[in-house]
């Protein structure tokens, strides 16, 4: 693949440039200033030739990864406007919130900032058609922007994926959204957030956030994991 034959030009690259530095030593120990001129410039000639060769690799690998950055925000945005949608509230069901963690998943794999999963648990709303109605217009309300990605996963349960957002800033939102509710005298809601760490599969990280949930159903305030 492209990795193993960059690795193996750099290695190359590498055992030429060492061949030369051994040449300049002896010479050096030779006290043979001819030969120290001669291959001192072969080194340098040959150190910067390996540098722009490796340059010209790393400007190429930007460049198809900018490539497939840019096609994953579009298969994204294509995923999210098929999306499916919840009957009751509006807002996008479990499928469809399954489907958009992966894909965040592996957008973030390639550093695209770091996305948060905020998982909302609502008592005793499971049938209550009014209240869930209006907990999924305060969860739109708070979670606004245009990457923010609001669903219904279970009967009540909701989940929120926000996008390259600061632990504080989702952790103050995830607050507003609980003294709203408090306000409105809505049922309590039990708080669960998780910041995808690098490297981490989807199924990992909605699993921590789901811990933090149940840690949240427990203790009153939002849990992160």
Same mark, same amino acid.
């Given at each position: ?10 290695? +190359? ?11 300049? !030593?002896?010479?050096? $120990?030779?006290?043979?200033?001819? #030969?120290?001129?001669?291959?001192? /410039?072969? &080194? ?14 790393? @400007?190429? $690998? ?5 490539? /497939? ?9 294509? +995923? ?7 009957? !009751? ?14 894909? @965040?998943?592996?957008?973030? =794999?390639?550093? !695209?900032?770091?996305?948060?999963? %905020? ?7 499971? /049938? ?6 209006? &907990? ?13 990605? %609001? ?5 009540? *349960?909701?989940? &929120?994926?926000? %996008? ?9 939102? =995830? ?17 669960? +957030? ?12 909605? *699993?921590?956030? +789901?811990?933090?949930?149940?840690? #949240?159903? !427990?203790? /009153?305030? @939002?849990? %992160?994991?």
């Amino acid at each position: 693949g492209t990795l193993a034959r960059a690795v193996a030009e750099d290695r +190359a690259a590498d055992r030429e440039i060492g061949a030369r530095v051994g040449e300049l !030593v002896t010479a050096f $120990q030779r006290n043979d200033s001819d #030969a120290i001129r001669r291959e001192a /410039s072969a &080194v340098a000639e040959m150190v910067q030739g390996a540098i722009e060769k490796r340059r010209e690799r790393e @400007t190429a $690998q930007i460049s198809e990864l900018a490539e /497939s950055v840019k096609l994953l925000r579009k298969e994204l945005c294509d +995923a999210r406007r098929q999306a499916g949608r919840d009957a !009751v509230t509006e807002l996008f069901d479990r499928g469809a919130f399954d489907d958009h963690v992966q894909r @965040t998943a592996e957008l973030a =794999a390639f550093g !695209v900032g770091r996305p948060f999963l %905020v998982l909302i648990d609502v008592e005793s709303v499971a /049938s209550d058609v009014t209240n869930l109605r209006a &907990v999924s217009d305060l969860l739109v309300r708070t979670f606004l922007r245009a990457d923010d990605f %609001v669903a219904r996963t279970a009967a009540g *349960e909701f989940a &929120v994926v926000v %996008v390259d957002s600061a632990e504080t800033r989702v952790l103050a939102r =995830a607050e507003r959204l609980r003294e709203a509710a408090l306000q409105l005298a809505l049922p309590p809601l039990a708080i669960g +957030a998780a910041g995808l760490i690098s490297g981490e599969f989807a199924g990992t990280w909605v *699993e921590r956030a +789901a811990r933090a949930l149940d840690a #949240a159903r !427990v203790d /009153s305030r @939002t849990q %992160v994991a």
